[in-house]
């Protein structure tokens, strides 16, 4: 048994700031991952993704070069294992600096292998038996592969197995039309597939307000993408051409058959093959780690961070989770998930940004609600870029006026949004963004416009 000051298991976007912070307060952590330095974020998720988001949104420019003025000799096309290459580029690049920031950290020992509680302050590594007083989860998560018919007879992608193409799909079918279907599915549909997205519900990323998923919809189905939505009893067969997946919609036909199938139709967590019922560690019935709003779990010296407590889904989340727990330990501060405002972009083009309440819960707490709403197309830098799709939004409480929420689906809305999200942070009313000066032309500028637009809502 190797007694260490700390034990943390996971290094996605928690684990390895916590070390940097841990060891330099002078403590011994025993590091431990089982796969991929930089986790999910870094290796299947934000970074590759973002990075073919990028060069879908060049093949997608190049088309419409003309638009601009701009001749092109022939039609772009795609070579999408240099696509693939750049993408695994920037993944590697932050992996590796990651994992030798670990074994390069004074007072870390790295164990790059599968960690299992054996008790509360007992981890087994191997054949290595690990102790500390304080034990980090940080294991995050992976695709739910959900048991719908013919799931196991098919061949399909997640978002991890997707990433390993290195060829356009003729056809992909995108099963889940939430925001990791609705990346994937725009940015092939760019690269040159056909693109089917399938939803059992009415409408796509249904946790946003209607206005906002009506827009997605018309932005995509102009791009030439097919959404077949309140898609019910979804199955998968085997075809000739690759996949049949029957749905049972109310409009369209009911199978569709594509070369592909991604299964985009949420996350699990990774705490079934953790030994948490040997520690104790509580976790609800999908089996995030039940935490307090300190992240630490019902065990004391035992915390949970990141995607796999359930109380965030983003690297921002799962880096702020850190924050809360170093602070805490080492800074003698009382900080808390409960001064988190949600936040979030979904990078589709264009991108929208999303920050506090949306309208639907606006409304649904009883308060008295501003409203303000203007489409891109009166947005002076969309029309310049010629990028018009979409629109911004704010909700504001009446009687405080304070932001309750935002939302911006345009060119520049994942960076537009911090504008809000600055001033919901600093705690004061909307009038202080009014009174500032923004900078022109930006899609941000049109803020302090819109707050002073802004109506009771009906
Ligand atoms: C396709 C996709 C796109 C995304 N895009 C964005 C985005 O644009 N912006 C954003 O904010 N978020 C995005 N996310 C979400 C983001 O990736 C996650 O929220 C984030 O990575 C969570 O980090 P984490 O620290 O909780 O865990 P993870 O990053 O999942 O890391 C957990 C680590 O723990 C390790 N591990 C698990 N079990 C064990 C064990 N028993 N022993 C040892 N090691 C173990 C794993 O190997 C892994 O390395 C995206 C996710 C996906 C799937």
Redesign the pocket.
């Known amino acids: 048994m190797t007694t260490f000051d700390a034990i943390i ?7 390895p700031p916590l070390a940097g912070r841990l060891t330099a307060a002078g403590m011994t952590v025993a590091f ?10 870094v290796n ?3 970074m590759p ?2 990075t073919l988001v990028a060069s879908a949104y060049a093949a997608h420019l190049a088309r419409r070069a003309s638009d601009y003025g701009v001749v092109l000799g022939s039609p772009p096309q795609i070579d999408m294992p240099k696509v693939k290459a750049r993408a695994d580029a920037v993944s590697a690049s932050s992996r590796t600096s990651i994992e030798q920031w670990l074994r390069n950290m004074n007072g870390c020992t790295v164990f790059k ?4 509680f054996e008790s509360a302050h007992v981890v087994r590594v191997d054949e290595q038996q690990l102790t500390a007083p304080r034990i980090f989860i ?4 992976r ?1 739910l592969v959900p048991e719908m018919p013919g799931v196991g007879e098919v061949p399909f992608l997640t ?1 991890t197995s997707i990433l390993a193409l290195d060829q356009v799909p003729k056809h992909l079918i995108v099963i889940g039309g939430s925001y ?1 279907g609705l ?1 994937f599915g725009q940015m092939y549909r760019r690269f040159g597939a056909d693109v089917t997205i399938v939803e059992k519900a009415p409408r796509l990323i249904a946790r946003e307000d209607e206005d906002v998923s009506e827009e997605v919809r018309r932005i995509f189905e102009r791009e030439g993408i097919a959404v077949r939505t309140d898609a019910t009893c979804i199955a998968l067969a085997k075809h000739d051409q690759g996949v049949a997946v029957s749905v049972d919609c109310t409009h369209g036909p009911p199978q569709n058959v594509g070369s592909h199938v991604l299964l985009a139709v949420g ?1 699990r967590p ?1 705490t079934d ?2 030994g948490l019922d040997k520690a104790g560690v509580a976790t609800d019935p999908r089996g995030y780690i039940t935490v307090n709003d300190d992240l630490s779990t019902n065990v004391p010296g035992i915390w949970a ?4 407590n359930g109380r965030g ?6 880096y702020n989770d850190f924050e809360i727990v170093a602070a805490n330990l080492l800074d003698g501060e009382h900080r808390s998930l409960r001064d988190r405002v949600p936040a ?2 979904l ?1 589709v083009d264009p991108p929208l940004g999303r920050v506090g309440m949306t309208d639907e819960q606006a409304r649904a707490s009883g308060r008295k609600l501003l409203i303000g709403k203007r489409p891109m197309s009166r947005v002076g830098r969309a029309i310049e870029k010629g990028e018009t799709q979409g629109f911004m939004k704010v909700i504001a409480d009446a009687a405080t006026k304070k932001i309750l929420g935002a939302a911006i689906l345009g060119t520049g809305g994942d960076e537009a949004i911090h504008g809000v999200l600055d001033i919901i942070n600093a705690g004061v009313t909307y009038d202080v963004l009014q009174r500032a000066v923004p900078i022109h032309p930006t899609v941000s500028e049109l803020i302090p416009t819109l707050l002073s637009e802004m109506t009771p809502a009906e």
């Not at 431990?32 to 974020?41: K, N, Y």
């Not at 940080?138 to 998560?141: D, E, K, Q, T, W």
């Open positions: 298991i996971g290094a996605g976007q928690a684990g431990v991952e089982r796969h991929l330095f930089g986790g999910t974020c299947t998720g934000c993704t973002k292998r599968h960690a299992r940080n294991v995050g998560g695709a978002n990791v990346e996350r990774n093959d953790l961070l990141g995607d796999c889904a983003f690297t921002h989340t799962a979030y972009a990078y």
